[in-house]
């Protein structure tokens, strides 16, 4: 790329030009979400991926979330700047090794986690998001069992919150597992007016010790609202550019990790940048496409999803 190119202007002019929407995640860098046209959580990114009038759909995110925006609008260019941007909560369940788990609880209703490949969702009967989860589940009957995969702590917190027996996968997030409980309760003493907030992909211990718990977009929401000046905040440390922005004087911490040489930056979605952006914008490339019958098993499942959020 020519050094002296304005990316940000390039970017914009493209955006133009191609008739595309840059959709951002909260985890990105801040001069992607700087220059998107929505940035949210899950949620918040299938809904206008879902609804959006543009040719091309450029997500600045992970590689599930451009899957979902494709079978929800096959008929756009799906564009993501990396295709390396995976997602390990979404590794840990291969959708081979879930389809025998799957067939062990043939009366079950299967429930799934965005957070996974298009082929788990193809399996599912209904997908969430951490914003609606509980709200899913309590939507069905209450002598209905159900399978939730593939986060072992958004499943278990969910359990905790509907009071219903859920038959979990065993999947976890690298990022949310990695918090020092200990560092936090040291942060918690040093500053004991500080809000602490975590996202439900954390684990229970952790969980059981927030004053709030919510998706990126309540997390975020929260913070807004709240009165406290400090923050500790247990997810991806994208989303507190946005806390930041929104309230200027107040300050927020982001949790430490158990581990000093590690950080909260989610390796896959900190692989986008705007050089990538640019160039994937220009060439069209890395386009992720999925086979028309995986689409057309995945869109019932994520459409039953935004139905009941709506
Ligand atoms: P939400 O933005 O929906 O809370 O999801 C968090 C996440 O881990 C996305 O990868
Ligand atoms: Fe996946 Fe965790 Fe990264 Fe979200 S933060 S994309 S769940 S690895």
């Not at 759909?57 to 494709?70: D, L, Q, R, S």
């Not at 072992?152 to 065993?170: A, E, H, I």
């Not at 060439?283 to 139905?307: C, H, N, Q, T, Y």
């Amino acid at each position: 790329i020519d050094p002296t190119l304005d990316l940000v202007e390039e970017i914009n002019k493209l955006k133009k030009e191609k008739n595309a929407v840059l959709l951002a995640h909260y985890y990105q860098d801040s001069e992607i979400q700087d220059i998107a046209d929505y940035i949210g959580d899950s949620l918040g990114l299938s809904q206008e991926a879902a609804k959006t009038d543009a040719d091309v759909i450029v997500f600045a995110g992970v590689h599930f979330m451009a899957e979902t925006a494709k079978i929800l609008s096959p008929e756009k260019k799906v564009l993501l700047p990396d295709l390396k941007a995976g997602c390990s909560l979404s590794d840990s369940c291969p959708p081979h090794l879930f389809a025998k788990f799957k067939d062990r609880y043939p009366d079950h209703i299967v429930i799934t986690y965005v957070n996974c490949t298009a082929e788990l969702k193809a399996l599912s009967d209904i997908v969430c998001t951490s914003s609606n989860a509980v709200q899913i589940v309590e939507s069905l009957p209450p002598d209905q069992q159900i399978i939730f995969g593939p986060d072992k702590n958004l499943g278990d917190y969910v359990k905790r919150k509907t009071g219903r027996d859920l038959v979990l996968w065993n999947g976890a997030c690298m990022v949310h597992e990695l918090f020092s409980q200990e560092r936090i309760q040291q942060l918690r003493e040093r500053y004991p007016q500080a809000k602490f907030i975590a996202h439900p992909e954390c684990e229970k211990e952790l969980l059981d010790g927030a004053d709030y718990i919510g998706s990126t977009s309540g997390l975020l929401k929260y913070t807004k609202e709240n009165t406290a000046d400090t923050f500790i905040v247990a997810t991806e440390s994208g989303i507190i550019h946005q806390m930041q922005k929104a309230s200027p004087g107040k300050t927020f911490i982001p949790a430490p990790p158990n581990n000093a040489c590690a950080c909260n930056d989610c390796p896959y979605m900190k692989l986008n940048t705007l050089e990538k952006l640019y160039n994937c914008m220009k060439f069209e490339l890395p386009e992720v496409d999925l086979p028309a019958d995986v689409i057309a098993r995945a869109k019932r499942p994520i459409e039953r999803m935004l139905e009941i959020s709506e």
